[in-house]
């Protein structure tokens, strides 16, 4: 790992080349977004009521009471700079600057995702005050046993949602890493027309399966047992909060001998908004 001395000119080159890295966010379009102003934000929810019959003639009226809940999310700050000194243009053919910005976006993309990624597992906060602490219901999560991804697994996941009277005409996303992808092609039990469906996804010709979105995302991380978590959500299941969106400056800093700094920042929060509308799948590997 260098610092901008790496690039100076021992050779000619035209370019920068990114090295391997995932550019930017994957899941902020897979999840429910909101525009916010403030270190904390509430957002109000309203729960499910049953109607009751009426059985005699000029009744009273009956009076159902509505059952008001409320999420809170926790915003932060997220920051990414980096100095390009005069003396350093001059010793590259290139200038680094808008590539530096392009690096710079790519980073806090990633910080979305891993914000977004901890919804499906970290403690949620409710209540008036938010301070109500929520964790995820035992009952959708699917275990690992011994056993990597297997399409009974991905079967259960679906009943889950389907049981909690999810909105079948809402869009619902499965975030694997390739590893899992890799574990579905291995299914012995799976059918003709679904395998078919199965090596579509791998080549990158459909992304759907079972109802699902299927997104490559490798930042998917363990449970204390090793176990990979495989979040499966309904799209409004999630929540990622926006008070400033991903912001870059180039700008020249007179106190580092008028260097210009590349500059990008953030504030974002995130929370699960339904514990009912997400699932844990968990895989060995």
């Given at each position: 790992?260098?610092?901008i ?11 920068l ?14 999840v ?21 019959k ?11 009471k ?16 980096d100095?390009?000194?005069k ?6 053919l290139?200038d ?18 891993d ?5 499906f ?9 938010g ?12 275990s690992?046993?011994t ?17 909690a ?11 694997i ?18 395998f ?5 996804l ?19 991380v363990?449970?204390s047992a090793g176990?990979?978590i ?13 008070s ?5 400056q ?8 008028y ?27």
């Amino acid at each position: 790992m260098g610092d901008i001395s790496t690039a100076f000119v021992k050779q000619f080159g035209s370019n920068l080349d990114f090295l391997v890295q995932q550019k930017g966010s994957l899941l902020r379009n897979c999840v429910r977004m909101e525009s916010v102003v403030g270190e904390e934000a509430y957002f109000d929810q309203l729960a499910s009521t049953a109607a009751q019959k009426k059985t005699t003639r000029n009744s009273d009226t009956p009076l159902i009471k509505s059952d008001h809940r409320r999420r809170r999310v926790q915003m932060y700050d997220y920051e990414w700079a980096d100095l390009i000194d005069k003396e350093d243009k001059l010793k590259m053919l290139i200038d680094p600057q808008s590539d530096y910005a392009i690096n710079a976006a790519w980073a806090l993309g990633r910080s979305i995702d891993d914000a977004i990624i901890d919804t499906f597992s970290n403690t949620a906060y409710a209540g008036k005050a938010g301070g109500t602490a929520t964790v995820f219901t035992a009952a959708n999560i699917v275990s690992a046993g011994t056993a990597r991804l297997t399409l009974q697994k991905l079967l259960d996941a679906k009943l889950i949602l389907d049981n909690a009277d999810c909105d079948p005409n809402e869009e619902r996303y499965i975030a694997i890493k390739a590893t899992q992808l890799s574990d579905l092609l291995n299914i012995s039990e799976i059918k003709d027309a679904d395998f078919n469906t199965v090596r579509a996804l791998v080549r990158g010709e459909v992304d759907t399966f079972l109802g699902f979105k299927f997104i490559i995302c490798n930042r998917l991380v363990t449970n204390s047992a090793g176990h990979r978590i495989i979040p499966v959500w309904v799209k409004s299941g999630s929540l990622l909060a926006l008070s400033k969106d991903i912001n870059t400056q180039i700008t020249q800093r007179a106190d580092k001998s008028y260097a210009n700094q590349v500059y990008a920042c953030m504030s974002i929060g995130a929370t699960r908004m339904e514990e009912e509308k997400c699932v844990q799948i968990l895989c060995t590997e």
